[in-house]
C-alpha cells in the first residue's frame, strides 16, 4: 500500500496541538510504502521545533519511507490534517490512517467456505507480486462470507463498524453470474446484481460478477475426465462432449432441469422444448442421447455444494488448465481470471 502523506501534516507537528500519539500514528506507517518529500519537510521551520530525540526519530522515519522496496503505481490513500471529515474518498486523518491500514482486506464471497476453493485456486495457479496464502494466514487478506443476507448487507455491516466511513473499506465482492447464456437479462438475480452495483459504485467497493455462469464452471476438464468414478463416466462424456461456450453457461449441479419451468418439472415434462428460447439456441446442438445425461447434475457423494468446490484442489487444475476454460472463441473475456488476481492485488 502507497501512501500519501501531505507535508502539512508534518509541517504541524511543530504546532502546540501536535501530542506524542499522533506522531507515533505516523510511526506505525513505517511498515507500509509512504510518499513524502523529505527536501520540503528538513527545510520547514517546523522540523527544527522538534527535540533532538524526536527529529532522530522523525529522519529515521523519512528514510524508511523513502526506501521501501515496492513502489505503487499510484498512491492508494491520503493523510492529510482534515482528513477525518471526507467519508468516501480514500483521504484520512492522522488519528483514523492506522485504523485503516489494520482493516484487513476482504474478498466477500456468497459462501467462503465452499466459493474459497475457487479463489485460492485461482490465486495458486496465476503468479503474482504478493504472497496470498502467507496474507491470508496473517489475517492482512480476509475470505469473508456474504452469508445469507447478502453481500449488500455484509458491506452496510461493514461500513456501520467504521463511524458510518465507506472510505475504510477494502473490499472485493464477487458473485456467480448466474445467467443462463451470453446476455441474458431474464435470469431470476439480474435486477439484484444491477441494484448490488449500483450500491458498490456509491460506496467505492469493487464489485466483480464472473463471467461464467457460476464458479463449477471453471473448473477444467481434465478434472472431470479424471474423476469420472465420482460424477460418472456417462455424465462426464456427455458433459465433455458440449461447446466450451456451453459449458460457460451449463448449470452444473442440477443440469438442464434447472432452466425448465416449475409447472413442467413438477409434472415431469423435462423435455428439451419446455427450456427457455435462449437456452435452446445455446444448446441446439446437443444430441437427444447427451440431453437425457445432462438432464440432471452428476450424482456426487454427498453434498453438491460442500463436495464439489473441493475439486478445484485437484493437481490437474494449474494455471494452462483454468486458462483453457476461459480463453476460447466465444470467451466474454479471456483474460478473467489475470483481472481478478489483479482486483486481489488492488487490495493490498
Not at 1 to 11: A, H, R, T, V
Not at 298 to 319: A, R
Not at 334 to 342: A, G, K, R, S, T
Amino acid at each position: 500500500m502507497n501512501i500519501s502523506i501531505d507535508k502539512d501534516i508534518l509541517l504541524a507537528y511543530g504546532a502546540p496541538q501536535a501530542n506524542g500519539e499522533d506522531f507515533n500514528e505516523l510511526l506505525g506507517l513505517v511498515p507500509y510504502q509512504c510518499s513524502i518529500s523529505t527536501a520540503e519537510v528538513i527545510d520547514s521551520l517546523s522540523l527544527a521545533k522538534l527535540n533532538h530525540l524526536d527529529k532522530i526519530r522523525f529522519l529515521s522515519l523519512l528514510d524508511k519511507c523513502n526506501n521501501q522496496p515496492y513502489v505503487s503505481r499510484r498512491s492508494d490513500c491520503k493523510v492529510t490534517l482534515n482528513g477525518e471529515g471526507e467519508l468516501t474518498d480514500k483521504i484520512f486523518g492522522l488519528s483514523e490512517i492506522c485504523e485503516y491500514v489494520s482493516f484487513g482486506a476482504r474478498i466477500v464471497l456468497e459462501d467462503a467456505t465452499n466459493d474459497g476453493y475457487f479463489i485460492k485456486a485461482v490465486e495458486r495457479c496465476f503468479e503474482s507480486e504478493i504472497d496470498f496464502f502467507k496474507l491470508v494466514s496473517k489475517g492482512a487478506i480476509v475470505i469473508d462470507n456474504a452469508g445469507g443476507s447478502g453481500s449488500k448487507r455484509r458491506i452496510s455491516e461493514f461500513i456501520e463498524d467504521h463511524h458510518g466511513k465507506p472510505k475504510f473499506l477494502r473490499c472485493f465482492v464477487i458473485v456467480d453470474a448466474d445467467c443462463r447464456y451470453q446476455g441474458d437479462i431474464e435470469y431470476e438475480n439480474y435486477k439484484k446484481q444491477q441494484n448490488e452495483a449500483d450500491y458498490f459504485q456509491s460506496v467505492g467497493v469493487s464489485y466483480y460478477v464472473l463471467k461464467k455462469r457460476a464458479q463449477e464452471n471453471y473448473l477444467p476438464d481434465e478434472v472431470f475426465d479424471s474423476c469420472r468414478d465420482k460424477f460418472g463416466s456417462e455424465w462426464v462424456s456427455a458433459y465433455l462432449s458440449l461447446r466450451p461456450d456451453q459449458k460457460d453457461y451449463f448449470y452444473i449441479a442440477e443440469g438442464f432441469s434447472k432452466d425448465i419451468p416449475k409447472v413442467n418439472k413438477e409434472n415431469n415434462d423435462l423435455k428439451f422444448e419446455n427450456l427457455p428460447q435462449g437456452v435452446r439456441d445455446l444448446f441446439s446442438d446437443v444430441s437427444p442421447g447427451n440431453y437425457q445425461h445432462l438432464i440432471h447434475g452428476p450424482n456426487l457423494h454427498g453434498s453438491f455444494k460442500s463436495e464439489f468446490p473441493k475439486f478445484f484442489n485437484d493437481p490437474h487444475v494449474c494455471k494452462t488448465t483454468l486458462q483453457n476454460r476461459v480463453n476460447h472463441p466465444q470467451s466474454a473475456d479471456p483474460d478473467e481470471l489475470m483481472h481478478i488476481v489483479e482486483e486481489i492485488r488492488q487490495l493490498l
